[in-house]
């Protein structure tokens, strides 16, 4: 499994990251199971692109989470919490495997394509 370690060299787009970190779960998605290497080298490529950080990963997921909730109408009272753990790298990695689940979710219960909820999610995003 890649390592998604590189160094932060400055403050990235919050949104732009969630964006890309979206696109990721979404091809991923598609082409691989969830367990393949394609999210973490995905995140990877999108960490170089912004010089960003798992941490920034990590922030930009939690986000994330709250707008697909939002998108998909989903009750974010019922909606589990993800755990994040200490270590950036294993807790980005698990918040993609959480939010592409919870892509799923939200798509079923609107009855539209995780594409649609996906776009809306940045939508709502990039109007906070």
């Given amino acids: 499994m890649p390592r998604l370690e590189l160094a932060r060299q400055n403050d ?11 696109g990721v779960l979404l091809v991923a998605g598609c082409l691989a199971a ?17 010089r960003a950080g798992a941490g920034d990963v990590v922030e930009a997921l939690i986000a994330l989470r709250g707008a697909l ?22 807790a980005a990695l698990s918040l993609a495997a959480y939010l592409r689940e919870l892509l799923e979710r939200a798509a079923a219960v609107t009855g539209t394509d995780r594409d649609t909820v996906a776009a809306r999610a940045l939508e709502l995003m990039g109007s906070r």
Avoid: N, Q, Y
């Fill in 12 to 22: 990235p787009d919050a949104a732009g990251l969630a964006a890309e970190a979206l």
């Fill in 34 to 50: 969830p367990d393949s290497p394609a999210v973490p080298f995905g995140l990877t490529a999108v960490m170089a692109r912004h």
């Fill in 69 to 90: 909730v939002e998108a998909g109408d989903l009750d974010a009272a019922s909606e589990p919490v993800p755990l994040v753990v200490a270590e950036p790298a294993k």
